[in-house]
T-cell receptor, first 112, second 112 residues
């Protein structure tokens, strides 16, 4: 499986933007970039995914480098409820039934 | 509302006893998955099933067993052969062509 590298932890002030980086230098042409987050004592939840172009949804934005070897999840205004572990995962384009492979993710702390 | 139900939320068992964790979904998803999470770690895949009456081993299947007799249900049995069963267990499901998997809220198993 293609591998991703994320910082172990990051900290943000409340209501500030947060940029969570992910390196995936061995990404293949058919790999989508997925982001999930896991709140304390809960199961992960889907945040966003993309292939080549930047993507926006109600939760976050995903900025993908032109060479696709890195990406950044952007939370535009961090709230205390955004404190979670964020996972960057690579998967095939039609991988609806292919298991997601999780790394350790980035633990985001939000300071009031 | 559609979703995945894992029960119970907390489970205590004596060492040497088998225990079955329940996972039920009403999302009409074809594929279901079981993950294990240890403190401070990412999720590791135990078993997955892409269709009824079929399942595949994940990375850490030893000491676990599953069945998939109905589309809605994918119970996981933690057997006495599992050396370190105390962990947080997460069930998930997904649909072909969809980019997001849905997770349950987990079962925290403690073996004493």
């Amino acid at each position: 499986d293609a591998k991703t590298t994320q910082p172990n932890s990051m900290e943000s002030n409340e209501e500030e933007p947060v940029h969570l980086p992910c390196n995936h230098s061995t990404i293949s042409g058919t790999d989508y970039i997925h982001w999930y987050r896991q709140l304390p004592s809960q199961g992960p939840e889907y945040v966003i995914h993309g292939l080549t172009s930047n993507v926006n949804n109600r939760m976050a934005s995903l900025a993908i480098a032109e060479d696709r070897k890195s990406s950044t999840l952007i939370l535009h205004r961090a709230t205390l409820r955004d404190a979670a572990v964020y996972y960057c995962i690579l998967g095939l384009w039609n991988s609806g039934n292919t298991p997601l492979v999780f790394g350790k993710g980035t633990r985001l702390s939000v300071i009031a | 509302d559609g979703g995945i139900t894992q029960s119970p939320k907390y489970l205590f068992r004596k060492e040497g006893q088998n225990v079955t964790l329940s996972c039920e979904q009403n999302l009409n998803h074809d594929a279901m998955y079981w993950y294990r999470q240890d403190p401070g770690q990412g999720l590791r895949l135990i078993y997955y099933s892409q269709i009824v009456n079929d399942f595949q081993k994940g990375d850490i299947a030893e000491g676990y067993s599953v069945s998939r007799e109905k589309k809605e249900s994918f119970p996981l049995t933690v057997t006495s052969a599992q050396k370190n069963p105390t962990a947080f267990y997460l069930c998930a499901s997904s649909l072909p062509g969809h980019f997001s998997a849905t997770f349950g809220s987990g079962t925290r198993l403690t073996v004493v």
